[in-house]
């Protein structure tokens, strides 16, 4: 088992230090985050830790706020057990619940999606995956192929499923992510979901109705052309995972790409862009 280093860090003001603090450390590695009162808790696994990646909290300047952290090792056989202590069910309206098998059934909403945590990024409490799943909620996913990029748990790859897409491909770098995306998908009883480990090389020369992309901007920018080439016409490119300060150069490099600018929407300092091709 993997040996995580958990940071529980404190931040005043909360916010919007702690998404610009979350964002700084997910660039550096840190896989997972769990808000908390006074903060969040920040997951890594150990061998992958240095002193170096937490600079950003050491470095959080005066005029943003304090910040301080504590450390301490995770055994990996006690991950599950972290994470149901501090994950709460996700209500979005009656639309869909997004929960863990360890809580009980909300049989007033439409949809049901069953999470496993684990260690991968993707419960739903991030302010970006609960943009994308809000906005798959408005759109008709209906027969359509969909790519869920860096899928992570597979929540959103599974929800596109569950709102009556055809085929779903979910694509993840990290083989953690990979496997729990798969349970995941077992787990909720979606056939039509395939989960592959890889890049956007991955993509070769498929063709898909909807990509999906929750990542971070730099990541965002370098694949734009790739995700443009995988778009058929009249499809949807929902991009999140970045700042509301960082729409705009998105939106240039998408634009340069072939893409046409729909509309942003925003949580907090989070931003998703729905593109249209």
Same mark, same amino acid.
């Given at each position: 088992?993997?040996?995580?280093?958990?940071?529980?860090?404190?931040?005043?003001?909360?916010?919007?230090?702690?998404?610009?603090?979350?964002?700084?450390?997910?660039?550096?590695?840190?896989?997972?985050f769990v808000e908390t009162e006074l903060g969040?808790?920040? %997951?890594?696994?150990?061998?992958?830790?240095?002193?170096?990646?937490?600079?950003?909290?050491?470095?959080?300047?005066?005029?943003?706020?304090?910040?301080?952290?504590?450390?301490?090792?995770?055994?990996?056989?006690?991950?599950? !057990?972290?994470?149901?202590?501090? %994950?709460?069910?996700?209500?979005?309206?009656?639309?869909?619940? @997004?929960?863990?098998?360890?809580?009980?059934?909300?049989?007033?909403?439409?949809?049901?999606?069953?999470?496993?945590?684990?260690?991968?990024?993707?419960?739903?409490?991030?302010?970006?995956?609960?943009?994308?799943?809000?906005?798959?909620?408005?759109?008709?996913?209906?027969?359509?192929?969909?790519?869920?990029?860096?899928?992570?748990?597979?929540?959103?790859?599974?929800?596109?499923?569950?709102?009556?897409?055809?085929?779903?491909?979910?694509?993840?770098?990290?083989?953690?992510?990979?496997?729990?995306?798969?349970?995941?998908?077992?787990?909720?009883?979606?056939?039509?979901?395939?989960?592959?480990?890889?890049?956007?090389?991955?993509?070769?020369?498929?063709?898909?109705?909807?990509?999906? !992309?929750?990542?971070?901007?730099?990541?965002?920018?370098?694949?734009?052309?790739?995700?443009?080439?995988?778009?058929?016409?009249?499809?949807?490119?929902?991009?999140?995972?970045?700042?509301?300060?960082?729409?705009?150069?998105?939106?240039?490099?998408?634009?340069?790409?072939?893409?046409? %600018? @729909?509309? %942003?929407?925003?949580?907090?300092?989070? !931003?998703?862009?729905?593109?249209?091709?």
């Amino acid at each position: 088992m993997v040996n995580y280093i958990e940071l529980d860090v404190h931040v005043s003001p909360k916010q919007p230090g702690s998404d610009l603090l979350i964002s700084e450390l997910a660039e550096n590695g840190f896989e997972s985050f769990v808000e908390t009162e006074l903060g969040f808790l920040a %997951y890594i696994q150990e061998k992958e830790f240095t002193d170096v990646l937490v600079a950003p909290i050491n470095e959080f300047t005066a005029d943003l706020g304090k910040a301080n952290f504590s450390m301490k090792i995770i055994p990996g056989q006690n991950w599950n !057990a972290i994470w149901e202590k501090s %994950y709460d069910s996700i209500i979005f309206s009656t639309k869909l619940c @997004i929960r863990a098998p360890f809580h009980e059934p909300n049989l007033n909403v439409e949809l049901d999606v069953v999470i496993q945590p684990q260690q991968s990024f993707g419960t739903g409490h991030h302010p970006t995956t609960r943009l994308m799943a809000e906005k798959l909620l408005t759109m008709s996913l209906q027969g359509c192929a969909v790519l869920d990029m860096g899928c992570g748990t597979g929540v959103l790859a599974i929800l596109a499923s569950k709102l009556g897409a055809s085929h779903v491909i979910g694509i993840d770098i990290e083989s953690n992510a990979v496997n729990n995306a798969f349970e995941n998908a077992s787990r909720n009883n979606v056939v039509d979901v395939s989960i592959e480990q890889g890049t956007e090389v991955q993509i070769r020369d498929r063709k898909f109705d909807f990509v999906l !992309a929750n990542i971070n901007k730099n990541v965002l920018m370098e694949a734009m052309p790739t995700y443009a080439n995988a778009m058929n016409s009249n499809s949807h490119l929902l991009l999140s995972g970045f700042f509301l300060t960082d729409v705009d150069e998105l939106k240039l490099v998408a634009t340069k790409n072939g893409l046409q %600018y @729909i509309s %942003y929407e925003t949580d907090g300092e989070w !931003a998703l862009i729905h593109l249209a091709k």
